[in-house]
């Protein structure tokens, strides 16, 4: 696939206009552009709102209001890891199969929110899988280090994750 940014995939619609959210960045004789760093990070973050929007109407904000909360209720730190699940997965995935994360956020457990972000990659966890969750909850601010949730994400490495342990 066409990567342009940061992982935004490059739809055929895309390719033909040689626009991204009405970003040029490819000339009509097909010549690419090169995109600023405020321009990738436009993109970035208008294909997180998409991702976001998705996984709410596929699922997210029917399963909030189900335990009796909503998005506009969550703590906005536990609302950016979301958001970042979402993306990362696709807002359609995310949106149908991940359930228990959101009583985690809605509870504000980092322990508990943390065991339901773990993913798994090629279907086994992983280092790299573990040390991504760790990330987001520590860049979101729902943790200060990694001994809070190494129960939970016992493969994660602070070394390697970046995070205090």
Do not use: C
């Amino acid at each position: 696939s066409k990567d342009v940014g940061f992982g935004h995939k490059v739809k055929a619609s895309e390719n033909a206009s040689g626009k991204i959210h009405g970003i040029k960045f490819k000339e009509d004789d097909g010549t690419y552009i090169e995109l600023s760093q405020d321009q990738k990070t436009e993109i970035l973050y208008r294909d997180m709102e998409a991702e976001l929007s998705l996984a709410r109407t596929k699922g997210w904000d029917s399963k909030l209001k189900k335990i009796n909360t909503s998005w506009d209720e969550l703590d906005y730190k536990y609302k950016n890891a979301l958001t970042s699940l979402a993306f990362n997965t696709g807002g359609e995935k995310a949106g149908k199969q991940w359930t228990a994360v959101l009583k985690a956020a809605k509870d504000e457990n980092p322990v508990e929110f943390a065991k339901q972000m773990r993913r798994k990659d090629s279907g086994l966890n992983s280092e790299g899988m573990d040390n991504r969750v760790a990330k987001e909850l520590y860049y979101a601010g729902i943790i200060d280090n990694l001994s809070e949730v190494s129960s939970v994400l016992p493969l994660a490495k602070a070394a390697r994750s970046g995070i205090p342990s």
